[in-house]
């Protein structure tokens, strides 16, 4: 009897400690709002919106997710890859051509790099080649 009993303590014991180090590896839903929070307003520009949040805090309390995780994700979202791209276009507009994008540019190059996995060095290289690039260039040259 007596064995029965301490082995149903150690197990006990065993279960409450398992459940402890359980809640001790995800973090309690306060912190997660706030890094959620923090990481939308510093890779997306805004606040979250409430399932974005929702999905977010649920990895990090029910799944373990860190912030590093967090961030990576909205860093793979659409939104973040199409603004990521508008500014690649915009940037490199700006310097090659000496210009903001036109509409008809800015959409190209937005769904090159969106949905054919473009990087910035292809879109440098397209506008290199374009024949605007080598008017302009060709001009400076020659003064």
């Not at 890094?35 to 929702?54: F, N, Q, S």
């Not at 603004?83 to 490199?92: E, T």
């Amino acid at each position: 009897m007596k064995v029965k009993l301490m082995v149903g303590l150690v197990l006990c014991s065993l279960f409450g400690i398992g459940v402890s180090f359980a809640k001790n590896k995800g973090i309690d839903s306060d912190t997660a709002t706030r890094v959620v929070t923090t990481a939308y307003k510093d890779i997306l520009g805004r606040k979250p919106d409430a399932e974005g949040l929702k999905m977010l805090r649920a990895k990090m309390v029910d799944e373990g997710w860190d912030e590093g995780a967090v961030r990576n994700a909205l860093k793979k979202s659409d939104e973040y890859i199409k603004v990521r791209a508008n500014q690649i276009v915009n940037n490199a507009y700006k310097e090659l051509l000496g210009r903001k994008p036109d509409d008809a540019g800015l959409k190209l190059f937005t769904e090159k790099i969106t949905k054919e996995g473009w990087a910035e060095k292809d879109v440098r290289k397209s506008l290199t080649d374009s024949q605007e690039y080598k008017d302009k260039n060709k001009s400076k040259k020659s003064k």
